[in-house]
Structures are given as structure tokens and as C-alpha cells.
């Protein structure tokens, strides 16, 4: 999420009739007691409960970096080469800039094998292609620029304030989703799991208030056949924006029981995530040391501007409710990319940043819309075409 949230606006203040509607229904959620052994597919390293401790994605970290080292033929606790991580943030129709971005990275010539990519939000929708690399440009592009808002949401009618879960209904988004993100690409993402690269993609807990960071590469690579179905659902989930588009519901199981999870909007939690402290606790021992330590860059791209964004707020409840929402979510980014860049800075990991500058100046006018989409594509694959300019911090900062 960010101010994209209060443009959206227009899905809940568009046209529809008042029609009668049933509530909806769950099944009963995990007891609070059972929270940490909820699990989908019984799989150990299914997903990370961030609020219940980072011992377990840590350990995943850790043992991503040993396949690695087995992919590329080094020997036990041998030094890494270069390591990249890619983190891509929330921002709705935004996403459209990351998108072009990665496209024009790829003819430039200099965009990396990603080791780590994380996602949420719409950068949920983009991380799966850029973990997979240029061969995946063509289906990010058309994600971006190939869809209308009847590809991603239908209008549920006024009525949906009051009987629904959301404004709208987003099973158009999971067809293009679907469609998109095909069983050949979920092979590729199961490949580079077992190469040692981790796909993480972020969504919101409601029940819990948590973050859950799911392990994509690893269901992928886990042979389930209900896996397919539910790394499009995470997707779908983690761009699920609270009272806009419905959340998505997880079957789970506890103690042989079976529960419901409501998930949400990764970008309630946090727009942007890398990896937690922990994992670079034996970095920082290292380059204390003066032992030897594999060059890390942390790359960010922010679907977002990062300047305020300057408008004349009207005196009206609803209008103060978006521009607030607005203001809370673009700080809450803002904070986000900081928290990223402070983090690179204390464990000697070089940090490189893009948004959408300033200088892009096409207004935006309705939800989705590819008079607004397609320009922000072009102006991102352009810029990275050229050699795009990497921010060494966020702006703002110094």
C-alpha cells in the first residue's frame, strides 16, 4: 500500500446498485495458542510467523546460503561470491515502474542473479518474474501494461459496505495472476530454490495482527499439488488492499484440526522487507574481525514517490480520511526504505534505491488505468535502459 490506497478510493465510491447480500462466512480461526503450528501444506519452511520470532527464517537463510554454496561447487563454509538481494515495495498501478525498470535492467546488460527477492503488495505481483530473471520481462510486462481494471476487479455495488467483505471482487486479478505466472514459471521459481535463491513474499495476518512471510521457492519445490494454487493465492493476498479487495482465505491445519486464516495486504505491516538482523550477526563478526566477507548489494525498488506529495484537502470527513490514509502510508513506505538503508549501512551491504522521480509528471485519473500505466512503464524501462541512476541512501535522509 501506498497513497495509491487513497486513489483507489474510486472502487468504493464508484457506480452499483443496492442489492440484497448475504454475509459472509469463515470457518473458525486458529486459536491464539496454535498460531505458531498453523500450517497449509505440512510443509516445515512453509512460511515465517515474523511476531513469533526470527529463529526459524533465519535458520532458512542460513540454509539457503549451503545450497548455494553446493550449486556453485564451493566447498563447506567457503566464501560466497557476490551476493544481490532485491527487494520490491507496495504501490498498486505504481508497480507499473518497477516493472518497466527490470525490463529495461535487462537490455542495459547489467541486472544481476538475484539471490534474494522479497515482495509485497504489488511488488508481490512483480517479485515472482524478477526471481525468475529476463526470461520472465515478457509476462511482468504484461501484467503491467496488458491489463484494464476489468482484469483485476469487478465493482460489488454500494451495498458491499455494509454485507461484504470488500468493495469489489479481484477473481479477475487471480485469472491474470493464473494466467501470468504459469506452471512453467512456478518450475523455474522450484529450480531457483534448490540453486540456493530464496522467492519471500509478505502478506497480513488479521487474526493475529502479524506479518507472514511466505516461502515461495519452497512450495513450489514441494511437489503438493495443491502448491500452484496457493502461491497465486498468496499473491492475490498480499495485494490485498483492506476494504477494497477482499481478503484471501487460507485452509489451514493445527493439531489436527482444521481453521481459517484471513490474510491481507502485506503493506499494512510493512511496504518493503530484505532479511532480519540475525542473519547478518556473523557478517558484522566477520568484518569486525577482518575476515574475509562476500560483497552484498541490497537493491530496493520503491513503487512509489518519494516526495510529499503536495495537494489541497477539502473539508469533508471522507476527503480528510483518504488524504490521511494517504499521508500514513507514504511515511510508513518512506520509513521503510530508511529502515532498509540503516540496516545495509551497519552490516557493510551496499544499498542502491529507485523511485519514480519527480520529473515523471502524468497525472494519474482512475484505478488501473493504462493512460497513467503504460507511460510509468516506459519511464522506468527508459531510465534503466539508459544505466539508471541508483540512489546510495533515500532522499531526504542527509
Not at 525490463?103 to 508481490?124: D, H, K, M, Q, Y
Amino acid at each position: 500500500m501506498n497513497e495509491a490506497y487513497s486513489r483507489r478510493a474510486a472502487l468504493i465510491l464508484g457506480g452499483g446498485s443496492l442489492s440484497a447480500c448475504a454475509f459472509p462466512v469463515r470457518e473458525p480461526a486458529v486459536p491464539r495458542a496454535l498460531t505458531s503450528r498453523a500450517t497449509v501444506l505440512n510443509l516445515p519452511n512453509e512460511r515465517f510467523l515474523i511476531g513469533r520470532g526470527y529463529g526459524a527464517i533465519t535458520r532458512e537463510y542460513f540454509a539457503a546460503a549451503e545450497r548455494r554454496r553446493v550449486f556453485l561447487g564451493l566447498a563447506p563454509g567457503a566464501v560466497l561470491p557476490a551476493i544481490d538481494l532485491l527487494a520490491v515495495s507496495g504501490g498498486g498501478e505504481d508497480g507499473a515502474f518497477g516493472a518497466g525498470l527490470l525490463n529495461g535492467w535487462t537490455l542495459e546488460g547489467s541486472r544481476p542473479i538475484f539471490s534474494l527477492v522479497t515482495g509485497v503488495s504489488t511488488g508481490a505481483l512483480t517479485a515472482p518474474f524478477a526471481f525468475i530473471g529476463p526470461s520472465a520481462d515478457a509476462p511482468l510486462k504484461n501484467v503491467y501494461t496488458g491489463v484494464t481494471l476489468a482484469d483485476i476487479a469487478t465493482h460489488r455495488g454500494m451495498a458491499a459496505a455494509l454485507f461484504d467483505d470488500a468493495m469489489s471482487d479481484t477473481r479477475p486479478l487471480f485469472g491474470t495472476i493464473s494466467r501470468e505466472l504459469g506452471d512453467n514459471l512456478l518450475l523455474a521459481i522450484a529450480q531457483g530454490y534448490r540453486e540456493g535463491r530464496l522467492l519471500l513474499i509478505g502478506t497480513t495476518n488479521l487474526d493475529t495482527q502479524l506479518p507472514v512471510v511466505w516461502n515461495i521457492g519452497a512450495i513450489a519445490n514441494s511437489g503438493d499439488p495443491r502448491a500452484p494454487n496457493l502461491i497465486r493465492r498468496i499473491l492475490l493476498a498480499s495485494a490485498a488492499i483492506p476494504g477494497v479487495f477482499p481478503p484471501v482465505l487460507f485452509d489451514v491445519e493445527a493439531d489436527g484440526q482444521k481453521y481459517q486464516e484471513l490474510h491481507v495486504d502485506g503493506g499494512a505491516v510493512a511496504q518493503a522487507f530484505l532479511y532480519p538482523a540475525a542473519v547478518a550477526e556473523q557478517r558484522r563478526a566477520n568484518i569486525r574481525a577482518r575476515r574475509p566477507v562476500p560483497p552484498i548489494r541490497a537493491w530496493l525498488i520503491r513503487n512509489a514517490r518519494m516526495d510529499a506529495g503536495w495537494a489541497s484537502t477539502n473539508r469533508r470527513t471522507l476527503s480528510i480520511a483518504q488524504r490521511a490514509i494517504a499521508t500514513m502510508t507514504a511515511m510508513s513506505g518512506y520509513n521503510d526504505a530508511v529502515r532498509i538503508w540503516l540496516n545495509a549501512e551497519r552490516d557493510g551491504v551496499e544499498f542502491r534505491m529507485a523511485y519514480i522521480g519527480s520529473d515523471f509528471a502524468i497525472e494519474y485519473d482512475k484505478p488501473f488505468d493504462q493512460t497513467y500505466m503504460t507511460p510509468l512503464f516506459n519511464y522506468g524501462f527508459e531510465r534503466a535502459r539508459a544505466g539508471y541512476p541508483w540512489s546510495r541512501q533515500p532522499p531526504f535522509t542527509s
